[in-house]
């Protein structure tokens, strides 16, 4: 498998999302169609090709192993219509993607969401609301709070320091600012005291708890994919491996956690996105699902 393939044909879909205009791209299976589909959600700020044509190549890889992608720009982000939008605010236009990757391919018996980042946390929250979802693939999840940020910080990075030569040459060399260093030190040391604190507003649960409930809520399969090298995926398996309800969650039946060697944030490598690319399309050849008629099947 070659994440630089191409499908047959790459077709362009303009569609509706509470009077606003969404682009996005289709990209039929090239052959041997296989019953489920993969929509691409975006996350800020990036729009539908990704970082480094991420999603470009990644949606023709699937194409040509059979699975129908669509790809496509939100409200607000890259050449869709309307006002700019957070993640949070996003569940519409994920259910008009699906609504039109299930009428552009109705043999399909199910679909599945792939999202990066905080495009991994709105399928968190998604996944649960629509019976059509068969599964979601979940690569470095944003679960970014101001304590988990900087207990991230103190433990992947400036404790990494403390023991590479590089960092005590910078020192002995005079190239090194001390006292910003140990200002910003300290900053982070207050801010992870506060604990695994979440984002909160007036009202309502934060991201971070909505997550966790969507994905305890979804019945389909999960498969989290960490990059090595990305301070985001350590801060979501700090919180999976401090928190107890996120733990349950990683481990539970349903939940598969593969972490990406030598993988940074969005796979800019070749080896890191033929290796994204083809845990993916592991995973999906042995997803069994519950189609839309009701029948069990599994890829294959």
């Known amino acids: 498998m070659s994440s630089a393939g191409s499908s047959a044909r790459e077709e362009p879909v303009l569609f509706d999302c509470e009077g606003a205009q969404l682009v996005g791209v289709l990209h039929p299976a090239s052959a041997h169609g296989k019953s489920i589909g993969v929509v691409i959600v975006v996350g800020g700020p990036q729009y539908r090709a990704g970082s480094h044509r991420q999603f470009v190549l990644l949606a023709r890889a699937l194409a040509t192993s059979g699975y129908p992608v669509l790809r496509f ?22 259910r008009a993607a699906v609504d039109v990757l299930l009428r552009r391919t109705p043999q399909l018996s199910g679909i599945v969401l792939w999202g990066l980042c905080d495009a991994a946390s709105a399928v968190s929250m998604y996944g649960e609301t629509d019976s ?34 590089s960092f005590w040459r910078k020192i002995g060399s005079g190239a090194f600012d001390v006292r910003r260093s140990v200002r910003e030190l ?9 604990g695994a604190a979440e984002p909160s507003r007036a009202g309502t649960a934060s991201f971070i708890s909505r997550m966790a409930r969507g994905l305890v809520a979804f019945r ?28 349950r969650i990683m481990g539970g039946p349903r939940v598969s956690v593969v972490n990406l060697a030598g993988a940074d944030h969005t796979f800019s490598t070749r080896d890191a996105l033929e290796l994204g690319t083809s845990e993916t399309e592991k995973w999906l050849k042995g997803l069994k699902v519950m189609g839309l008629d009701g029948a069990v099947a599994r890829e294959a």
Request: proline share 1%; glycine share 8%.
């Open 132 to 165: 059509r979802i068969v599964g979601a693939v979940l690569v470095n999840p944003w679960v970014r709070s101001e304590a988990g940020e900087a207990q991230a910080y103190l433990k992947h990075y400036y404790l990494k320091r403390l023991v590479q030569g």
């Open 220 to 247: 389909g399969d999960v498969l989290v994919l960490l990059s090595e090298r990305d301070l985001t995926a350590r801060e979501f398996s700090d919180r999976c491996a401090s928190d107890k309800e996120w733990r």
């Open 186 to 194: 300290l900053i982070a040391v207050r801010r992870a005291r506060g």
């Open 73 to 94: 720009d939100y409200r607000g982000m890259g050449d869709s219509d309307g006002s700019v939008r957070t993640f949070e605010s996003i569940a519409s236009d994920i």
